[in-house]
């Protein structure tokens, strides 16, 4: 099973890692509270990141926007799922 953490950053710069070596469900739940949370509506928390085990960052929020993966890269993912079988929704 693939494993992720999850950071929040600070304006400061400062960073905590909020969830470590996690499934991806936990790492996505964890970034949906921290993306939402009071912290981030304050502008306390101005970036999220889940990075996998080799601290590949696999998704970035920042300042209220996604900027990692781009939607270029989601719709060009999607299309080529869908010339394959690996397109959850066929199965």
Not at 34 to 63: L, P
Not at 66 to 78: A, F, H, K, N, V
């Given at each position: 099973?693939?494993?992720?953490?999850?950071?929040?950053?600070?304006?400061?710069g400062?960073?905590?890692?909020?969830?470590?070596?996690v499934?991806?469900?936990?790492a996505?739940?964890?970034?949906?509270?921290?993306t939402?949370?009071?912290?981030?509506?304050?502008?306390?928390?101005?970036?999220?990141?889940?990075t996998?085990?080799?601290d590949?960052?696999?998704?970035?929020?920042?300042?209220?926007?996604?900027?990692?993966?781009?939607?270029?890269?989601?719709?060009?993912?999607?299309?080529?799922?869908?010339?394959?079988?690996?397109?959850?929704?066929?199965?």
């Amino acid at each position: 099973m693939e494993l992720y953490n999850v950071v929040q950053f600070f304006p400061d710069g400062q960073y905590e890692y909020v969830r470590k070596a996690v499934s991806a469900e936990e790492a996505v739940k964890a970034t949906q509270h921290y993306t939402t949370s009071v912290g981030a509506r304050m502008g306390t928390t101005v970036r999220v990141i889940i990075t996998d085990m080799m601290d590949c960052t696999c998704f970035e929020w920042k300042d209220g926007k996604i900027i990692y993966p781009t939607q270029e890269l989601i719709d060009g993912t999607l299309d080529a799922m869908e010339k394959t079988d690996e397109n959850p929704a066929k199965n």
